[in-house]
Nanobody, 127 residues
Framework: QVQLVESGGGSVQAGGSLRLSCTASGYTYSFYCMAWFRQAPGKEREGVAAIYTPAGRTYYADSVKGRFTISRDNAKNTLYLQMNSLKPEDIAMYYC????????????????????WGQGTRVTVSS
């Protein structure tokens, strides 16, 4: 049974930083596309970033490029999202997602199906 557990959310002031973690269990971690999504109140869920280590690819939404960094530690089965220069528009519930195989090309990573999801961790940014 695949399980994803997020942690690291919290409340920071604008310009601050947070690091989200997602610990995975129940599968061969390295061959999965791993991603972070977020959903702000009243808005649709959107892809934030993704990573597929076998191909050495990372993917980012335009809104977070240059501020957020996705990484993974295969030895610890953990996915990270380092978030710097946080803005009030980053306020959302952040979810970790995983699915077997490549994340895809271009922006397909944000539209593909992910079969496994975490419970979410909340990020609040005050101005």
């Amino acid at each position: 049974q695949v399980q994803l557990v997020e942690s690291g959310g919290g409340s920071v002031q604008a310009g601050g930083s947070l690091r989200l973690s997602c610990t995975a269990s129940g599968y061969t971690y390295s061959f999965y596309c791993m991603a972070w999504f977020r959903q702000a109140p009243g808005k649709e869920r959107e892809g934030v970033a993704a990573i597929y280590t076998p191909a050495g690819r990372t993917y980012y939404a335009d809104s977070v490029k240059g501020r957020f960094t996705i990484s993974r530690d295969n030895a610890k089965n953990t996915l990270y999202l380092q978030m710097n220069s946080l803005k009030p528009e980053d306020i959302a519930m952040y979810y970790c997602a995983a699915d077997l195989g490549d994340c895809g090309l271009g922006t397909s990573w944000s539209r593909r199906e992910y079969n496994f999801w975490g419970q979410g961790t909340r990020v609040t940014v005050s101005s």
